[in-house]
């Protein structure tokens, strides 16, 4: 016994291993080099420099969901430890923090959600109808959006709600202007 190696062990360092990029002789930067500027099927697609009715639905809905979640979780954190009694140990406290910061989430986060759901639809809706986009499509949004949310508690609080989120809307939009025109970026 000589030699421990087999005839099969031989084989195998002679043949070629399969390579199956072997015929590809395109460099790897030319698969990777993508344009960076934006492609659009249709050229009237490229003159709008907005989101579409559906990235706008998704963007607000889910900003709104997200932000009412932090802030009711935040609050529901400080109702969960306002109401922490003398005797309780530390695994009571630790769940009533949590079952408040999540029943307080769920609540702004759906209320939230559902403003920045009707506002985009509302804001797409009036500029489909009006042909432009301008600052009056988010006021009338807001206008819109606040008097629907409030609808269901009758008509002055609808009234009321709608100019609120009006004038909220409006004062965003002042704020991004005067934001533009004074910080330098």
């Known amino acids: 016994m000589a030699s421990s190696k087999t005839h099969r062990e031989d084989d195998d360092h002679s043949r070629r291993l399969y390579n199956p990029y072997q015929d590809l002789q395109v460099p790897a930067r030319n698969l990777y080099h993508l ?6 099927l249709f050229q009237e697609e490229s003159v709008a420099q907005r989101r579409s009715w559906g990235e706008n639905l998704t963007y607000y809905t889910g900003c709104g969901y997200l ?4 802030v009711g979780a935040g609050r529901g954190f400080v109702e969960g430890v306002k109401a922490a009694e003398k005797g309780d140990t530390w695994k009571l406290r630790t ?14 986060g759906n209320r939230l959600g559902v403003i920045g759901l009707l506002y985009a639809g509302l804001e797409s809706g009036i500029g489909a109808v009006r042909d432009t986009d301008d600052y009056a499509n988010s006021v009338l949004a807001g206008l819109g959006t606040g008097a629907l949310f409030r609808a269901a508690a009758g008509p002055r609080s609808a009234a009321v709600a709608g100019a609120i989120g009006g004038l909220m809307v409006g004062a965003a939009v002042a704020g ?5 025109r004074y910080v330098p970026i």
Not at 67 to 70: E, I, Y
């Open 67 to 70: 932000s009412g979640s932090v």
């Open 176 to 180: 991004k202007q005067v934001f533009k």
């Open 95 to 108: 769940n009533r923090i949590l079952n408040a910061s999540g029943q307080s989430g769920r609540k702004f």
């Open 35 to 40: 344009s960076t500027s934006p492609e659009f």
